[in-house]
């Protein structure tokens, strides 16, 4: 239960399948949190299952919102107040955050997903001081935020940071969805990369412990291979450190391109920690020139996979303040 | 001859194999150019040659030289005034700036090759009146700049923008020279590479023009490719034609990254103009995300092969005025 009910505001972080949504303080206390999965395919059902989200944190803290900030896995044209593309939701040309306020009732503002999770990294977590960052949120797919001179830079159309759509393997697997692309980051490094490489490990090697647990009828996802990561067993290791390798080359090209101070690493995946992190490391530290490598930190996340959610809440707070300002 | 020498400065382009350098007027007007071979090896007889060139122009004007400006293949560290990492040259850890301005007893300016392109081409050219754009200097390697809302972005060492080592092919052909990377842009994409592909052409169809040309004892050169290609010669198209298709994958990286108005390609390669670029474009409308794809201009740079010689005249002259100010 909140201390301070009355200033806080909801953050909801919508994810290529699910969403994670809390109140959030002034000070980032979390006063309540809620994690759910999303209607993917139907516009009508997403927007309802939010509603829902917003509705249930909003009387779980049994007190006033000021406002509700979303992160979305969507190229924003900020200009006309636009959720422009999409690769995983249905929302292409939905005026998003008008939609939810009049659903709401509330003060409502949306940004990419991957600028709001730096958004909550550079104000205060791993990113906090610094002048030039990167990060990449790895879940569904790869969301990307990008710091220049301290500030968020979006591009011309609010489009930019699109990292899980950069090629490092010119003919690698087609990335799909809304993606016409092959070889991109997102193919190789994100959730859904994880759980489809496990799961041909699984099918590979009945006897593995993978094998075994989707045998007995155990979904195989992130956690699971995480966990048995985290438990030593190699197969899960192998999975993970290769997640990690293709990262390090994602890394190299981040690092060669912008010279930053720090990359941070959120998202669900960043559960595994330095299971995948080190090996991304190792191979940045071979394949990226040295000056830069030996300058960049590559940090996970502060908040791990509450970076979004925390961002949209900071993202709109400094928005409302603006508006009650002009 | 100069119509107002006294106010002319000296820009040299300093790439990985040549240098190009001209006597440049306040109104970008070149009273005199020269473009010579450097060695590559021998830091005397680098500086020596360099020393050479500058006197060449300056007594061909006949006239006072108010500043001389270099824009060189490397990593620079501004803070301390050194030349930090160079692919191409022995200059790593050299006051570059420093030492020259010595032996020619003028104000000397230095920054990384491709940001002075990216400068002038700013200022004057391809990319004027625009917030958000990238350059590819397309040479020996590939020098890169990039523009964010309308300054130079230099990363946190000066080191950013080296497009050149973002890997695009990860298994692809071994970078070289100072880069441990492979399956880099550079690898694929340069004035080198497009040699070197000729010549595999060359080899493997000796009654080719190409082999034809070789056989007789002349050089296969990117001058070469790009005459027979203008000319028709189907093979110098395919080798073009597949330099750009790489450039495309490069450019689709560039674009979902940075959403930027405008991609100028400039360098000796884009003699070659639409028999790479048209390719290119191709590539970037079949891989990139259909947002920032449609928005973006792909343009050769207005100052083609010059764009560093002029950027480099163009930041001594701002430079003084800094240094006069102060």
């Avoid at 600028?115 to 990294?121: G, Y």
């Avoid at 990561?229 to 981040?254: K, S």
């Avoid at 993202?315 to 300002?325: H, K, M, T, Y």
Wanted: proline share 4%; aromatic share 4%.
């Amino acid at each position: 239960m909140a201390d301070v009910p009355g200033e806080c505001v909801i953050g909801v972080d919508l994810g290529g399948t699910k969403a994670i949504a809390g109140a959030v303080d002034s000070r980032l206390g979390v006063h309540y949190r809620t994690r759910r999965d999303v209607p993917t395919a139907d516009l009508p059902a997403l927007l309802r299952t939010l509603t829902e989200i917003v509705e249930e944190v909003r009387s779980a803290i049994g007190g006033d919102v000021e406002a509700v900030g979303f992160g979305i896995p969507c190229l924003i044209d900020q200009d006309r107040g636009l959720a422009a593309s999409s690769v995983h939701l249905p929302i292409n040309g939905i005026a998003f955050a008008d939609v939810m306020a009049e659903r709401l009732g509330l003060p409502t503002f949306m940004d990419n997903d991957g600028n709001l999770a730096l958004l909550a990294e550079h104000r205060f977590g791993a990113a906090q001081g610094e002048r030039n960052a990167v990060m990449l949120t790895l879940g569904t797919g790869i969301a990307g935020g990008i710091l220049v001179g301290g500030e968020i830079y979006r591009g011309s159309q609010g489009a930019a940071g699109e990292f899980g759509h950069m090629v490092v393997w010119a003919d690698g697997p087609v990335c799909g969805g809304g993606c016409p692309n092959r070889g991109c980051l997102e193919a190789l490094v994100s959730g859904t990369a994880l759980v489809r490489e496990a799961l041909a490990v699984a099918q590979r090697k009945p006897q593995s412990k993978l094998g075994l647990a989707l045998a007995s009828g155990r979904e195989i996802t992130g956690p699971l291979v995480t966990e048995l990561g985290h438990d030593g067993d190699p197969d899960a290791l192998a999975v993970l450190a290769g997640i990690g390798e293709w990262l390090g080359i994602g890394l190299t090209n981040i690092v060669n391109i912008f010279n930053p101070d720090v990359v941070v690493i959120g998202g669900g995946v960043i559960a595994a920690g330095e299971l995948f992190l080190a090996p991304a490391r190792r191979v940045l530290s071979e394949r990226a020139l040295a000056l830069p490598a030996e300058h960049v930190e590559v940090l996970a996340a502060h908040f791990g996979a509450e970076s979004g959610m925390l961002g949209a809440a900071v993202f709109a707070r400094e928005q409302l303040g603006r508006r009650v300002r002009a």
